[in-house]
């Protein structure tokens, strides 16, 4: 193989320095992917000083680049159809969602009763996401001293529908990792979730499978349902199935922009057309599908524009994830007194704002470095238990799983250092299980 064709792990954080194509995938223990540089494409260059070409056409063309490659990198992780599925679960790891032991679960298969696991060469037992549902519902019915909640855990017709907005001005405190965890985590619980993506950037579309250059079209997006003409529909027509059972999807893309364009327009004619006002718009659209689930997880911009505060004002929870750096508090600052002056200004105009639980999440939280647990302290100190209890720590684990677009959830033990794994997904669990107890708490059920 010649040096221009010699392949790099992107693992090991490598960025090629040319244009890339994809050339295979490696399935071994870490998971590792490569890329090749293709040596019949030239490197980039900034536009020459005589005006050759235009920096929006230089832009344009990075543009296009990276979404082909990152299309291609999506077809060699995902082949032949480039879909993302779910890994199966081992007989202890279902056992443990469904809140049984393995034994209550093995005798269940050798009786016939349920659907049938998947039989590895050693004899381990797999089960589908789906399969743990469906044995859920069994386990409901016919529950003995137990609640059927403790395996269906679906809302009645008298707890309300929960929305928790996660959120923050500043990019980068891990919004989107926290809403794609968070919404998985209470999928394999048994809820029944929906997804959406606020920001136009769409990262947490991407985490679900849904790449938002070439899956996503125009009015396939939240905009679709809270748009102020004639094209608007309803949001149950946008919505979609994702790979994770029991978790639907309202994908994002640059379409979400448009309401930012449109809602100052709407206000200045005086009349936004058909529907509610701005701010009451997503709250209109998700009572098209509420009694299709428990929760709705909304990933909100890192901007308070009408996106965000029409998303708040749908919220019956917040969360807000700050990185515990001085920097980012100050951030937050600003964005609290921002959110308290909008807020207040649709209070004043009508609006009823009426939240569950606040929280603030420590994200990226390094518990050795000591700058951090004194930022940590101090957001205690002045919040009490409006800080959770549970951190989300700085994981490579969470990293190395981003690489290939997957979540913590997603991805099996044995594929990475079982040690840095275990870190991670105990924290995680810790703190979307913190989170599912507000919830809980919210329908007046005991923790």
């Not at 019915?141 to 855990?153: I, K, L, Q, T, Y």
């Amino acid at each position: 193989m010649g040096p221009l064709a010699r392949k790099k792990s992107l693992t090991n954080k490598f960025l090629p320095e040319s244009r890339i194509s994809v050339s295979s995938r490696q399935r071994g223990r870490n998971g590792d992917f490569f890329v090749t540089r293709d040596a019949n494409v030239n490197t980039l260059r900034m536009p020459p000083a005589d005006g050759g070409a235009t920096v929006d056409m230089m832009i344009g063309e990075q543009a296009r680049l990276l979404s082909s490659q990152l299309q291609a990198m999506s077809e060699a992780l995902f082949p032949p159809t480039s879909q993302k599925t779910l890994r199966r679960f081992t007989s202890g790891e279902a056992a443990r969602l469904m809140g049984i032991s393995d034994s209550t679960l093995r005798k269940m298969t050798l009786a016939g009763e349920g659907p049938q696991p998947d039989l590895t060469h050693s004899g381990r037992r797999l089960y589908t996401l789906s399969q743990i549902n469906e044995i859920r519902a069994l386990l409901a019915a016919s529950a003995r001293g137990r609640d059927a909640r403790e395996f269906v855990p679906h809302r009645s017709g008298d707890e309300h529908l929960q929305v928790i907005a996660v959120t923050n001005f500043k990019g980068g405190s891990g919004k989107t990792t926290t809403s794609a965890h968070l919404a998985q985590y209470l999928a394999l619980q048994g809820y029944r979730v929906l997804a959406v993506d606020l920001d136009p950037q769409a990262s947490l579309s991407a985490l679900l499978g849904v790449l938002p250059e070439t899956d996503v079209g125009a009015n396939q997006t939240l905009y679709a349902a809270i748009r102020y003409d004639e094209e608007r529909k309803a949001l149950r027509e946008v919505v979609r199935k994702t790979y994770f059972d029991g978790l639907d999807l309202v994908p994002g893309n640059l379409e979400l922009m448009e309401f930012e364009h449109t809602t100052p327009r709407a206000l200045a004619r005086g009349s936004q057309g058909e529907g509610s006002v701005f701010y009451l718009r997503i709250a209109d659209a998700l009572v098209d599908v509420a009694d299709r689930y428990d929760v709705v997880v909304i990933d909100c911009p890192p901007q308070l524009g009408y996106l965000t505060l029409s998303g708040l004002c749908a919220a019956t929870a917040m969360t807000i994830t700050i990185h515990p750096q001085m920097l980012d508090l100050a951030s937050m600052s600003q964005f609290l007194l921002m959110t308290h002056d909008l807020l207040s200004v649709v209070r004043e105009a009508g609006g009823r704002l009426q939240y569950d639980f606040i929280r603030y999440l420590v994200t990226r939280y390094e518990a050795q470095d000591g700058p951090q647990t004194k930022v940590v302290a101090f957001l205690r100190n002045l919040f009490g238990d409006h800080v959770l209890t549970n951190p989300m720590v700085k994981s490579t684990a969470i990293s190395d799983a981003g690489l290939t677009k997957q979540t913590l959830y997603e991805i099996g033990r044995e594929n990475m250092t079982r040690s840095t794994y275990d870190r991670a997904m105990e924290a995680l669990d810790g703190v979307n299980g913190e989170i599912e107890s507000l919830i809980k708490a919210a329908w007046g059920r005991s923790a």
